[in-house]
């Protein structure tokens, strides 16, 4: 029976193509608006992350407590060991360690006395390993707005806004004063090869990247780092898995409250405790909720209207069926079984092709730069979809159901027909 | 004319099939714009509040101030000039001196910026009036974001260290007398208020401000020596371009919702022109030009959207009026006292994202529905008569 | 009503009497103990830090009280540091750079390789009489000697401490405690003399504790290791082009 209505379907184009075709787009956009939404709305979720917390975060417990002040003297020690751990229990993120420190940076004048200087905040990443996670988590390389990227030790880059007041040019030389781990000034050269512009004008007043093993050296921090992120290797915050790394990291590491080393034993948080955007995390959730609600009210409509319309245009076609005899419940039940088919059929390629939209759009994003003046900015300018379980369902049963409760619907009129009336029907 | 009368009246016979796209196609209308309504909204709601809480009606900067540089800040600091004192005491504008502090919550030390505002203004929404209570010793007011990160709650004392305009330390314990929450970091973090007149017998700097923040409305008195005026698009340039990036993001997902709108009626079309061909052959027979028949179609098509949108006011209008009245809950906001900004969303529609998102709709569905018609220019009247479609 | 109280307090024993010396006569001895001409020192600074304990050894050509050049011994990432101060001036060396940065302004407030001194307590001048107004207010015992304690008011208004209060042990005209006040009268950090010692006929601290009292820690040990009066320092070391030598 199914293969019949396969087949009635397949060679009636007109029967089978624009419902089907219908189903697949309505469908489609769901799956994919539902990820898309998603990954809209935790762009500030997801520059946190990559700026700020990654999704889990390592630092010491004293650290933790006043991680906004960047008390370097409280940094974690023995990174290289904790790191080799966390690679081989959670594989399935990528680790790496950061320092973010304050100092002046001093221009020299000819005669090696300054002639600028400027407080800046610094961040120190992984610039220079050939497999650096940073490559997938923090690319400055995108958003070097002259001059290039690091490529050996010894050499930073600094906000646009910060090269201009200092008047430096790449491949200046620019000299980092600030405090080692132990308190004492640290005085250290680099070469400014490079400026960044970071879409936030405290940024790119202030900031300056390195190298985090060029700042292990200048803060006299050896083996040592502020922190450890942990991003997930998908780019995509998974808030229970992220609970579940965190909690068995802490177990590992339950430090004896009383013991005098406690305060430096690693803790992990996540990005939702190490934020403070947790009532944002909440409240755009139920954003997403009111969203993606309006928008599959409105493909139900039109994909039950596709299914009206789909069966109203075979009345003539219904009526020489029940003309030539055949049962009003057989034709509905095979009209039923139809769009059910067509539901099925149109719903599973939707959610297949929107799947494939959303995760190529989940790993490479959507660069709102280019369509914007500012096209060099580091900070969120690129918007990903973001897959979720949901996004697997969202538009499948909803494809299905519209589709066959408009036919439901539309059927009903075949029973109103009069079997006697028929051919005068037809004839017109 | 008769095209308009001849295609309403087709559309309305059609029924059913007619009202159900035009339901759909409304849905697109009030989702548009009940979600950049709310989208606005919140822009809005967040403009006004940082407005509200810091920026006024623009503010007058001591010329040494640079709040990205905090080693300005020993610096930047001068007597109000005249003009500016006049508009305080009008109460159209207040002073606020900011001056670099250490406090010493559990014995760790972390820098602060120690905010002196008078307890009396009403220029910002910052709860300064809880201020005014002296009886337990300088009262301080801080924001949640700066109570969670230092561990100091209502009633709490804190060590607070600084140096006078001379140099001189001088370290007093303050009260905490409130934590407010506020959706403006820019008041919370890192940051201790205190009342202004202790701030200046403090720091032996009377009659002196950092900045001076204008009333909201209050025109500014022009050029003022020692002082540069920073007017709002200056102040909230961070703002803007995120909102700009954002309203991008945004602005893709309206394409998708037409996207769904127009399939409904790019179908719908489709369906009619091929059950239809009887019909048009019988009124190209009668003496309907080709152009005309298109044009019929595509009027009929196009009417969807007016319907629609007549249909998208009469339950989208008291929808949106009555979101827009109570506004929308958002969670977890009400757990500390202080002043409410992020408790409730209002969602706002300005009158051009109406009209524009019906003109938008409008055309865009007139050149979906015109579109499938494109096929009737090849239509020969002999075989459409016969129900042919070439 | 109170001025009878105030009398009998007065006549109390143990309490100041017409013997007592002139606060600023005081002041003034232990000024003229303490300073020399010139002298040359090596000194260890023993920091306690969150984590661990360091040792910073330096050595110091001074020459009154504006002028020094101060060279680190160890550890080894401060060896080769160099310090040169003139009048109000402060420039630091760093070997690896070979850059002079000149100590201004806010640097000025950063603490001498983690201690809890700052630059700024280094550029203090060290001449209390200058600077304080200094009464006798009782007599007490510190490290086991008889002490007069003074209260030091701040004659000038550029000045990091408002007021100070002085333990000077009364046979040797030797500071043996301190401590530094707020303007507020809150005490912000303490001295304490642990060792004096009988150098070229002056006495002189050679081990004091100097604490930070609103921070957390245990403060930093100071320790003169030895020290050389009155010898002739060299111009040449007293300049900028000294610290590239």
């Known amino acids: 029976m199914i293969r019949f209505l396969l087949n009635g379907l397949l060679r009636d184009r007109s029967r089978s193509l624009f419902p089907?075709?219908?189903?697949?787009?309505?469908?489609?956009?769901?799956?994919?608006?539902?990820?898309?939404?998603?990954?809209?709305?935790?762009?500030?979720?997801?520059?946190?992350?990559?700026?700020?917390?990654?999704?889990?975060?390592?630092?010491?417990?004293?650290?933790?407590?006043?991680?906004?002040?960047?008390?370097?003297?409280?940094?974690?020690?023995?990174?290289?060991?904790?790191?080799?751990?966390?690679?081989?229990?959670?594989?399935?993120?990528?680790?790496?360690?950061?320092?973010?420190?304050?100092?002046?940076?001093?221009?020299?004048?000819?005669?090696?006395?300054?002639?600028?200087?400027?407080?800046?905040?610094?961040?120190?990443?992984?610039?220079?390993?050939?497999?650096?996670?940073?490559?997938?988590?923090?690319?400055?390389?995108?958003?070097?707005?002259?001059?290039?990227?690091?490529?050996?030790?010894?050499?930073?880059?600094?906000?646009?806004?910060?090269?201009?007041?200092?008047?430096?040019?790449?491949?200046?030389?620019?000299?980092?004063?600030?405090?080692?781990?132990?308190?004492?000034?640290?005085?250290?050269?680099?070469?400014?090869?490079?400026?960044l512009r970071f879409g936030i004008v405290a940024m790119d007043k202030g900031t300056l990247v390195a190298d985090v093993a060029d700042i292990q050296q200048a803060l006299d921090m050896a083996d040592g780092a502020g922190e450890i992120i942990g991003f997930f290797r998908d780019g995509v915050y998974h808030e229970e898995r992220a609970n579940a790394v965190a909690a068995g990291f802490n177990q590992r590491f339950a430090a004896v409250p009383s013991s005098p080393t406690a305060a430096f034993a690693p803790v992990m948080g996540t990005l939702r405790t190490q934020s403070g955007l947790s009532d944002y995390l909440d409240y755009i959730d139920a954003f997403s909720v009111v969203i993606v609600g309006v928008f599959l009210v409105a493909m139900f409509v039109v994909l039950w209207n596709a299914g009206l319309t789909g069966s109203l245009?075979?009345?003539?076609?219904?009526?020489?069926?029940?003309?030539?005899?055949?049962?009003?419940?057989?034709?509905?039940?095979?009209?039923?079984?139809?769009?059910?088919?067509?539901?099925?059929?149109?719903?599973?390629?939707?959610?297949?092709?929107?799947?494939?939209?959303?995760?190529?759009?989940?790993?490479?994003?959507?660069?709102?730069?280019?369509?914007?003046?500012?096209?060099?900015?580091?900070?969120?300018?690129?918007?990903?979809?973001?897959?979720?379980?949901?996004?697997?369902?969202?538009?499948?049963?909803?494809?299905?159901?519209a589709t066959l409760s408009g036919t439901a619907l539309s059927g009903i009129g075949i029973y109103k027909r009069q079997t006697s009336q028929l051919f005068k029907e037809l004839e017109s | 004319m008769l095209t308009l009368t001849l295609a309403l009246r087709n559309l309305l016979h059609a029924g059913l099939r007619t009202w159900l796209n035009v339901v759909a196609l409304s849905f697109s209308f009030v989702a548009i714009i009940f979600l950049q309504g709310f989208y606005d909204g919140l822009n809005e709601q967040v403009e006004r509040a940082t407005v509200a809480a810091l920026y006024g009606g623009g503010q007058y900067w001591h010329s040494s101030y640079d709040p990205y540089d905090p080693l300005t800040l020993d610096d930047a600091h001068g007597v109000i000039p005249a003009p500016l004192d006049s508009l305080i005491a009008h109460r159209q504008a207040t002073p606020i001196l900011i001056r670099p502090a250490t406090i010493y919550p559990q014995g760790r030390f972390r820098s602060v910026l120690l905010k002196g505002i008078d307890p009396?203004?009403?220029?910002?929404?910052?709860?300064?009036?809880?201020?005014?209570?002296?009886?337990?010793?300088?009262?301080?007011?801080?924001g949640s974001?700066?109570?969670?990160?230092?561990?100091?709650?209502?009633?709490?004392?804190?060590?607070?260290?600084?140096?006078?305009?001379?140099?001189?330390?001088?370290?007093?314990?303050?009260?905490?007398?409130?934590?407010?929450?506020?959706?403006?970091?820019?008041?919370?973090?890192?940051?201790?208020?205190i009342p202004l007149d202790e701030l200046r017998r403090f720091t032996r700097t009377p009659d002196e401000a950092t900045i001076v923040v204008l009333g909201q409305r209050v025109a500014p008195p022009g050029s003022v020596g020692g002082w540069d005026f920073r007017d709002l698009s200056f102040l909230l340039r961070d703002l803007h371009t995120l909102v700009r990036m954002k309203s991008v993001g945004a602005s893709i997902l309206y394409l998708l919702l037409l996207f769904l709108a127009m399939l409904a009626i790019f179908d719908t079309q489709v369906l009619s022109i091929w059950r239809r061909r009887k019909e048009m052959g019988t009124l190209m027979a009668l003496g309907m030009t080709r152009g005309g028949v298109i044009r019929l179609f595509t009027t009929e098509g196009a009417l969807h959207s007016i319907l629609a949108a007549l249909v998208a006011a009469m339950y989208g209008i008291p929808l949106m009026a009555f979101v827009a009245?109570?506004?929308?809950?958002?969670?977890?906001?009400?757990?500390?006292?202080?002043?409410?900004?992020?408790?409730?969303?209002?969602?706002?529609?300005?009158?051009?994202?109406?009209?524009?998102?019906?003109?938008?709709?409008?055309?865009?569905?007139?050149?979906?529905?015109?579109?499938?018609?494109?096929?009737?220019?090849?239509?020969?009247?002999?075989?459409?008569?016969?129900?042919?479609?070439? | 009503?109170?001025?009878?109280?105030?009398?009998?307090?007065?006549?109390?024993?143990?309490?100041?009497?017409?013997?007592?010396?002139?606060?600023?006569?005081?002041?003034?001895?232990?000024?003229?103990?303490?300073?020399?001409?010139?002298?040359?020192?090596?000194?260890?600074?023993?920091?306690?830090?969150?984590?661990?304990?360091?040792?910073?050894?330096?050595?110091?050509?001074?020459?009154?009280?504006?002028?020094?050049?101060?060279?680190?011994?160890?550890p080894a990432r401060e060896r080769g540091i160099k310090m040169l101060k003139l009048k109000d001036m402060l420039w630091e060396y760093s070997p690896s750079t070979d850059r002079i940065i000149m100590i201004s302004g806010h640097l000025l407030r950063q603490s001498v390789m983690g201690s809890d001194l700052s630059y700024e307590d280094m550029m203090d001048d060290p001449h209390l009489p200058h600077l304080y107004a200094a009464t006798v207010v009782r007599r007490d015992t510190a490290a086991g000697r008889e002490c007069w304690v003074l209260d030091l008011t701040a004659k000038t208004e550029d000045i990091a401490y408002d007021h100070r209060r002085l333990w000077v042990d009364e046979a040797r005209d030797v500071v043996l405690k301190e401590n530094l006040y707020a303007k507020s009268g809150r005490l912000l950090k303490t001295v304490d003399v642990r060792e004096v010692r009988r150098i070229q006929n002056r006495w002189m601290a050679t081990s004091v504790l100097y604490k930070d009292v609103l921070k957390e820690g245990e403060g930093t040990e100071f320790y003169l290791d030895t020290i050389t009066l009155d010898v002739p320092i060299p111009d040449y070391l007293l300049s900028k082009a000294a610290l590239r030598r």
């Open chain 3, 1 to 74: 009503m109170i001025r009878p109280i105030f009398l009998a307090l007065a006549f109390l024993p143990g309490t100041l009497s017409s013997q007592t010396p002139n606060g600023d006569e005081i002041l003034k001895r232990v000024d003229e103990n303490m300073f020399s001409r010139t002298r040359i020192v090596t000194s260890r600074m023993v920091i306690h830090g969150p984590r661990e304990m360091r040792t910073v050894e330096s050595k110091s050509w001074q020459r009154g009280t504006n002028e020094s050049y101060t060279e680190f011994l160890a």
């Open chain 1, 313 to 401: 245009r075979r009345y003539g076609e219904l009526g020489v069926r029940l003309a030539v005899g055949e049962d009003k419940t057989h034709v509905y039940l095979t009209l039923l079984a139809e769009s059910l088919l067509i539901g099925v059929i149109g719903s599973a390629a939707g959610t297949l092709a929107g799947l494939t939209v959303a995760y190529y759009l989940q790993i490479h994003g959507f660069n709102i730069g280019t369509i914007m003046k500012d096209s060099t900015m580091l900070i969120p300018n690129i918007v990903r979809a973001r897959v979720t379980p949901l996004t697997f369902v969202i538009g499948f049963l909803p494809g299905v159901l």
């Open chain 2, 120 to 142: 009396d203004q009403t220029v910002l929404s910052i709860p300064s009036a809880l201020l005014k209570d002296r009886s337990h010793g300088i009262p301080a007011i801080i």
């Open chain 1, 20 to 195: 089907l075709l219908t189903v697949f787009f309505g469908v489609l956009l769901t799956v994919f608006l539902q990820a898309w939404i998603n990954g809209a709305i935790t762009s500030v979720v997801d520059s946190t992350a990559r700026y700020r917390t990654g999704h889990v975060l390592v630092m010491t417990r004293a650290y933790a407590k006043e991680a906004d002040q960047m008390p370097i003297d409280l940094a974690l020690l023995g990174v290289d060991t904790l790191m080799t751990g966390l690679r081989h229990d959670d594989p399935d993120l990528l680790w790496t360690p950061r320092i973010s420190f304050g100092g002046l940076l001093d221009i020299p004048d000819e005669h090696h006395e300054t002639r600028a200087q400027a407080p800046v905040r610094g961040m120190a990443v992984d610039l220079l390993s050939p497999d650096s996670p940073e490559r997938t988590i923090l690319d400055v390389r995108d958003a070097v707005v002259r001059g290039r990227a690091p490529v050996r030790h010894g050499e930073i880059l600094v906000g646009e806004d910060l090269a201009e007041r200092l008047q430096i040019q790449p491949g200046d030389t620019a000299t980092l004063i600030s405090s080692t781990m132990y308190g004492s000034m640290s005085i250290t050269n680099f070469v400014v090869v490079g400026t």
């Open chain 2, 325 to 390: 009245n109570t506004g929308f809950a958002l969670p977890n906001a009400a757990d500390t006292m202080g002043f409410a900004i992020g408790e409730k969303l209002f969602p706002v529609y300005s009158p051009s994202l109406v009209v524009g998102t019906t003109v938008l709709v409008c055309l865009v569905t007139t050149i979906v529905s015109f579109l499938p018609t494109r096929r009737i220019a090849h239509l020969k009247p002999t075989d459409a008569l016969r129900g042919k479609l070439s």
């Open chain 2, 145 to 193: 974001r700066m109570a969670h990160s230092t561990g100091l709650q209502k009633g709490d004392m804190v060590t607070v260290q600084w140096r006078d305009v001379h140099g001189t330390f001088d370290a007093r314990d303050v009260v905490i007398a409130e934590v407010f929450r506020s959706t403006v970091q820019d008041i919370d973090n890192e940051q201790i208020w």
